[in-house]
């Protein structure tokens, strides 16, 4: 496979022998999140982690980077840890696991039948082939901004010597953010045209990865797209993109997704 003859294109096909067509180093991000643990049918379509993972790395470029968001089923009273045992994979295949970053769900679903608390979260682990290439860091607005502190102070956390001393003042007007990232889930409008599919993720969480860990004109993978959503925001910001998906249905919503994106007026 030619990749000028599919890039911006979503395929329909199992992802790991679409993966098998790329070139090696090809691409700058892959943004996904997989089927885990049976917790959904998804059509009765299947796939194989460790071929998948194996795949990734190889098309993955030096410098580039791996989303990997996924979270955990409940099995006979125990979390399964299948989020844990796949980034644990992907370093032993010679990634590094950069960021366990998490995805916070600002609507969970109560889960008020169950001896524990309801879970509002799913990992979002970023891995990368050797040094992160691409950091384009998103900030928040600092609470404080402007202030002029007197007694407040920072630690140094350079190597060696950490101690307390330097002082903020006055506050920035931003600060880079942190790892836990919090969306509402299925409520926005742009979110609305995706809801056919069982588990998309917003499109928000799609573009603050992509601007993240990527710049315009880079490659966005999505080897397992369901509604497409990485495909479209990657669209939007100008990159390029990619993507497979083994059920027609959901291939087909996907495509229609990036018609929709073509078709608005300029």
């Known amino acids: 496979m030619i990749l000028t003859t599919v890039v911006n294109q979503i395929k329909q096909g199992d992802c790991v022998a679409l993966l098998g067509g790329l070139s090696d180093n090809v691409v700058d991000l892959t943004l996904t999140s997989p089927p885990y643990d049976q917790l959904r049918k998804y059509g009765g379509d299947t796939f ?21 968001i ?11 840890g299948t989020s844990f045992k796949q980034a644990l994979f992907f370093q032993s295949l010679g990634l590094n696991l950069h960021d366990t970053m998490v995805f916070l769900k600002r609507n969970p679903v109560p889960q008020i039948y169950r001896k524990r608390y309801t ?4 990992y979002m682990f970023v891995l990368s082939k050797g040094p992160v290439r ?23 956390y350079s190597a060696g010597n950490q101690k307390r001393g330097k002082k903020a003042s006055p506050v920035r007007a931003e600060k880079q953010r942190g790892n836990v990232w919090a969306y509402v889930v299925g409520k926005n409008k742009e979110d609305q045209e995706a809801k056919s599919h069982p588990a998309p993720f917003p499109m928000a969480l799609a573009r603050d990865h992509i ?56």
């Open 134 to 156: 691409v950091h384009n860091p998103l900030t928040t607005p600092c609470l404080h901004a402007g202030k002029e502190l007197v007694g407040t102070t920072y630690k140094n």
């Open 48 to 68: 194989d982690f460790e071929s998948l993972a194996r795949e990734l790395y190889r098309v993955t470029k030096p410098g580039g980077v791996i989303v990997w």
């Open 119 to 122: 879970n509002e979260f799913e």
């Open 211 to 266: 601007l993240s860990w990527s710049n315009p004109g880079d490659l966005v993978l999505d080897p397992l797209c369901g509604s497409g959503t990485t495909c479209k925001a990657a669209s939007q910001l100008g990159r390029k993109f990619l993507g497979f998906e083994i059920n027609t249905d959901y291939c087909s919503l996907a495509k229609q997704r990036l018609s929709y994106e073509e078709a608005k007026p300029e």
């Open 70 to 80: 996924v979270a955990d089923a409940t099995v006979n009273g125990s979390e399964t």
